[in-house]
Nanobody
Framework: QVQLVESGGGLVQAGGSLRLSCAAS????????MGWFRQAPGKEREFVAR???????YYADSVKGRFTISRDNAKNTVYLQMNSLKPEDTAVYYC?????????????????WGQGTQVTVSS
């Protein structure tokens, strides 16, 4: 059984930083594509970043240069380092895992999801 558990969310002022963690069990983060998505109130869930088995990364334009996705294979954990946060980054952030992907930017490509962690950026 695959489980993904996010942590690290919270309230931060604009310009601040947070690091989200996604601890996986039942599936190795090094063997699958891992992604981060977010969903703001009243909006659809949107792609943020993903890391493939070969460690190649890809980011949404809205976070490029500010967010960094990484993983620790020994801890079987994926991270999302978020710097220079903006109020528009406020959302519930979800970790997801995919066995096979096309682009890795669509929710339908992922087969396991975490419960989400709230990130709130105040202005």
């Amino acid at each position: 059984q695959v489980q993904l558990v996010e942590s690290g969310g919270g309230l931060v002022q604009a310009g601040g930083s947070l690091r989200l963690s996604c601890a996986a069990s039942g599936r190795s983060v090094s063997s699958y594509t891992m992604g981060w998505f977010r969903q703001a109130p009243g909006k659809e869930r949107e792609f943020v970043a993903r890391i493939r088995r070969m460690s190649t990364t890809y980011y949404a334009d809205s976070v490029k240069g500010r967010f960094t996705i990484s993983r620790d294979n020994a801890k079987n954990t994926v991270y999302l380092q978020m710097n220079s946060l903006k109020p528009e980054d406020t959302a519930v952030y979800y970790c997801a895992s995919a066995a096979t992907i096309y682009t890795g930017t669509h929710t339908g490509e992922y087969d396991y999801w975490g419960q989400g962690t709230q990130v709130t950026v105040s202005s």
